[in-house]
């Protein structure tokens, strides 16, 4: 009767030696930090007196009170509806036109296709603080190429940096950066479907536009839920754009988006704790968005898929 070989404790541990370094990274930058956020958040300041003098100032616990304020503040609350108002305008159009420049490249007669999804994809690369100052400068009348040609033809040169047009103005920068990584992303699961399948559907005389619609959109739904999914968290996450043009204008306060005023009651005000709850509900909020809507695509394709 044989028994089998006892590993050495060496070859055992040899598994959690590799995983240790991206543990103790994960711990130390992302467990550790969202960890002291949360405890922030449950606390306050407590002055004595005028608070001068050694121990005039102290930590105290606050209980759910930052929370309370925080939903209770208008500018919170107004951030939150400009960027829903914002996200209103960049997913659908952003997603829009990724989805058709990639099945523009994918049809099967694409000149410099190489270079053109290159050009497509370039401004994802460039950072977001450039891309809107070079946008911000864009904008603005008095340096704009496009305000000079509106002027020459004798065209009213629109104030994009006001009012309405400043929502239409922030969107574009996103769109402009955002489209060529999700393009990318839906034009690699259109690589991924197997040739025979456009085959079968010209034999039955499918149409380009018909299978376009009917077979390439369906088979690269995951990547569109995917890409939906991103683009919901970067735009309930929107600082760069607003924060960068708000020098350009008077229209973005310094609480124009809940990240804003996270970064204002922070580093402005010195309000760290009622700052960390507020980062704590938009990372609450941001969670339960993004996985109720996994959760019900997942509910769809499993009806689909059962009927």
């Known amino acids: 009767m044989t028994t089998a070989r006892r590993k050495p404790y060496g070859v055992k541990g040899a598994p959690y030696a590799f995983l240790l370094p991206a543990t103790v990274l994960f711990a130390s930058f992302f467990a550790l930090p969202i960890g002291y956020a949360v405890w922030l958040s449950f606390h306050k300041v407590h002055v004595f007196g005028l608070g001068l003098g050694k121990g ?15 939903l209770t503040d208008s500018e919170l609350l107004d951030g939150a509806l400009r960027v829903l108002g914002y996200g209103c305008i960049v997913v659908p159009v952003m997603l829009g036109l990724a989805l058709l420049f990639a099945l523009m490249l994918d049809a099967e007669k694409v000149r410099l296709a190489p270079f ?27 340096v704009s190429p496009f305000s000079f040609v509106l002027d020459k033809l004798g065209l009213p040169q629109p104030d994009l940096l006001d009012g309405g047009p400043l929502y239409l103005a922030l969107s574009n920068i996103a769109v402009w950066g955002g489209t060529g990584f999700n393009m990318i992303v839906i034009y690699t699961a259109l690589q991924a479907v197997p040739a025979e399948v456009y085959e079968a559907a010209k034999l039955d005389g499918a149409t380009p536009l018909q299978i376009a619609l009917r077979i390439k959109i369906p088979m690269v739904a995951s990547s569109l839920v995917l890409t939906f999914f991103f683009s919901i968290i970067a735009t309930l996450q929107v600082f760069n754009e607003p924060t960068t043009l708000k020098p350009l204008t008077n229209s973005v306060s310094t609480t124009w988006s809940p990240l804003m005023k996270v970064y204002r009651d922070a580093f402005g005000t010195g309000d760290i704790h009622q700052a960390a709850a507020e980062a704590v509900i938009i990372a609450l909020a941001t969670l339960v968005l993004s996985f109720g809507f996994l959760r019900a695509a997942n509910r769809r394709d499993k009806q689909e898929a059962a009927g």
Do not use: C, K
């Open 116 to 142: 053109t999804r290159l050009a497509i994809f370039l401004p994802y690369a460039i950072p977001g603080v450039v891309a809107a100052l070079l946008w911000g400068f864009l904008y603005l009348p008095d």
């Open 56 to 70: 005039a100032r102290s930590e105290v616990w606050a209980g759910v009170e930052n929370y309370t304020d925080a």
